[in-house]
């Protein structure tokens, strides 16, 4: 069984531009959550997607957006990139309706911003 | 709010030395509680979970009990490798839809 691929694995973008990150869950999967990681701050959750839906939102600006699609893919934008975005961006899926489902991560996009 | 506090790293043992990395947490209703671990270059992976209190999660040598009473989930494990070097986050979920919280991970090292 595949898990969860997040692409592309690297990026470098410049402050003001936009940037969009995609997330595959495990087949079969509903929910997908983001988290953005850094060493200052630790796993910060940004928002969760099951079945198309946005269901729980962290404390980020409006920057910071989702979606899901129906095969329960999921993209992740940020628009005017700032410095402190630079970060790992984590994707994780779990069943989402099942009791003591954990979450499955991908191994992480790490953006840059100069 | 609902949180989770972690001991503080970087912690640095001896191979087969004992392992304690402290987990305390605050939360509404009664939560799911897991250890993740994370490996360099990589996404974090369950490494256990309990779902009540008194329960026992192990795997791979590392144990957790759910203490509601002290509302404490401690990891530990009784002799450490080398391959055991890494992160090591507790978190914990109050319901099925709810998103799942971190604490802010403890870094593991361990000397041969």
């Known amino acids: 069984k595949a898990g969860v691929t997040q692409t592309p694995r690297y990026l470098i973008k410049t402050r003001g531009q936009q940037v969009t990150l995609s997330c595959s869950p495990i087949?079969?999967?509903?929910?997908v959550s983001w988290y953005q990681q850094t060493p200052g701050q630790g796993l910060q959750f940004l928002f969760e997607y099951f079945s198309e839906t946005q269901r729980n939102k962290g404390n980020f600006p409006g920057r910071f957006s989702g979606r899901q699609f129906s095969n329960s893919r999921s993209e992740m934008n940020v628009s005017t990139l700032e410095l402190g975005d630079s970060a790992l961006y984590l994707c994780?899926?779990?069943?989402?309706?099942?009791?003591?489902?954990?979450?499955?991560f991908g191994n992480g996009t790490r953006l840059t911003v100069t | 709010g609902d949180s989770v506090t972690q001991m503080e790293g970087p912690v640095t043992l001896s191979e087969e030395a004992f392992l304690t990395i402290n987990c305390t947490y605050t939360a509404t209703g009664y939560p799911s509680l897991f250890w993740y671990v994370q490996y360099p270059g990589e996404g974090l992976q369950l490494l256990l979970k309990a779902t009540k209190a008194d329960d026992k999660g192990s795997n791979k040598g590392f144990e957790a009990t759910y203490r509601k009473e002290t509302t404490s989930f401690h990891l530990e494990k009784g002799s450490v490798q080398v391959s055991d070097s890494a992160v090591y986050f507790c978190?914990?979920?109050?319901?099925?839809?709810?998103?799942?919280?971190f604490g802010k991970g403890t870094r593991l090292h361990i000397l041969p």
């Open positions: 978190a914990l979920r109050v319901e099925v839809w709810d998103k799942i919280i």
């Open positions: 087949s079969g999967h509903r929910s």
């Open positions: 994780a899926s779990s069943w989402g309706d099942r009791d003591n489902s954990p979450l499955h």
